[in-house]
């Protein structure tokens, strides 16, 4: 880590990663001794103190009275997205048929802004009013989708 960061120094500064590593490199001590490490001071003036940046000088040592917490693993206790809810529903949001329900998908919204002033198409309206890039539908609605015929009216 210390090698990237002293090449992202000399290429942002456009010099060599030596040239950063004397010009950045200072002694540090810790309770176990002396270390080197990278750092950076930049003074403010005299009403504020100065900002330091340092990487490295932390000493690696065991802390055998060191206590570990494990915190357990979050459960995801909601009910689902709301695309899951809709495709479990098994219901055409077209027709309202139970019968081989798909999720026809759009790439992004803009897709459904198309040029023209033709009426657009009720899956359409539906995705648009909705504002989402999804809608479940039988199969017979999904052919019809994707061969530019128009879909059925909802079943009563």
């Known amino acids: 880590m210390r090698g990237s960061l002293l090449k992202t120094l000399a290429c942002k500064h456009k010099s060599s990663m030596m040239a950063m590593q004397r010009k950045y490199r200072t002694t540090v001590k810790t309770p176990y001794g002396s270390t080197s490490c990278l750092r950076v001071v930049v003074e403010r003036g005299s009403a504020k103190k100065p900002l330091v940046a340092q990487f490295g000088g932390i000493p690696m040592r065991r802390q055998r ?11 995801n206790t909601d009910r689902g997205s709301e695309l899951l809810q809709r495709v479990l529903a098994d219901t055409c949001e077209l027709r309202g048929s139970r019968q ?3 999720v026809h998908h759009l790439r992004k919204l803009a897709d459904l802004k198309s040029k023209g002033h033709r009426e657009k198409p009720v899956w ?28 059925e009216k909802k079943l009563a």
Do not use: F, N, Y
Request: aromatic fraction near 0%.
């Open 65 to 75: 009275s060191a206590v570990l917490t494990e915190t357990p693993p979050k459960i």
């Open 100 to 102: 081989d329900c798909e």
């Open 124 to 151: 359409v309206q539906i995705m648009a009013a909705r504002q989402r890039k999804t809608l479940v539908v039988c199969r017979a609605c999904h052919e019809a989708i994707h061969a530019g015929r128009p879909t």
